[in-house]
T-cell receptor, first 115, second 114 residues
Framework: DGGITQSPKYLFRKEGQNVTLSCEQNLNHDAMYWYRQDPGQGLRLIYYSQIVNDFQKGDIAEGYSVSREKKESFPLTVTSAQKNPTAFYLC??????????????FGDGTRLSIL | AQKITQTQPGMFVQEKEAVTLDCTYDTSDQSYGLFWYKQPSSGEMIFLIYQGSYDEQNATEGRYSLNFQKARKSANLVISASQLGDSAMYFCAMREGRDDKIIFGKGTRLHILP
């Protein structure tokens, strides 16, 4: 079945360490997104990408980096500059560029905790 | 300034009653889309309903309907005949026509009481 796969499901980071969260989709979607969700809070946009080799900062990009070398992959790196990385991270995608009525498909999320 | 505002952090509703979850938005675009998602305690995001800015009729999907008041920039979700399984977080989201950026409100936690 087509969908979005996020891995790992749980991740632990040590102080000063970079970690990378994986997001892969086999839906042939153009746009991909990374959101951060803190307990009891809404989703805040970190980065999004409309097309391969291009991405834009969301509202809370500081301390994070992304790449979009392939259409199906959009990994997120949480760098040591992100001082409060503990959160639930959700990856999403949408089928076509600039098509307002297309809902996002979401992965199952990665829970990141700091040791 | 927040673009999506959900003013109800939490709500308690008796089973079988109707419930309205509020959402107001802010955009200068003429073309945009509004979405509602449900997030159970498992964390998955479930798409519920969509309303386009040019849609003249309010969207409906089963027990879900969207009360769209464009002039007031309001897109409230109405759940009819609530069920225990409706207990979850509910998020309103907006996609502006200029690009593919999609932003979410802070959500409303809905509790359905037996």
């Amino acid at each position: 079945d087509g969908g979005i796969t996020q891995s790992p499901k749980y991740l632990f980071r040590k102080e000063g360490q970079n970690v990378t969260l994986s997001c892969e989709q086999n839906l042939n979607h153009d746009a991909m997104y990374w959101y951060r969700q803190d307990p009891g809070q809404g989703l805040r946009l970190i980065y999004y990408s409309q097309i391969v080799n291009d991405f834009q900062k969301g509202d809370i990009a500081e301390g994070y980096s992304v790449s979009r070398e392939k259409k199906e992959s959009f990994p997120l790196t949480v760098t040591s500059a992100q001082k409060n990385p503990t959160a639930f991270y959700l990856c999403a995608s949408t089928p076509k560029r600039r098509t307002e009525n297309q809902p996002q498909h979401f992965g199952d999320g990665t829970r990141l905790s700091i040791l | 300034a927040q673009k999506i505002t959900q003013t109800q952090p939490g709500m308690f509703v008796q089973e079988k009653e109707a419930v309205t979850l509020d959402c107001t938005y802010d955009t200068s675009d003429q073309s945009y889309g509004l979405f509602w998602y449900k997030q159970p305690s498992s964390g998955e995001m479930i798409f519920l309903i969509y309303q386009g800015s040019y849609d003249e009729q309010n969207a409906t999907e089963g027990r879900y309907s969207l009360n769209f008041q464009k002039a007031r920039k309001s897109a409230n979700l109405v759940i009819s005949a609530s069920q225990l399984g409706d207990s979850a977080m509910y998020f309103c989201a907006m996609r502006e026509g200029r690009d593919d950026k999609i932003i979410f409100g802070k959500g409303t936690r809905l509790h359905i009481l037996p």
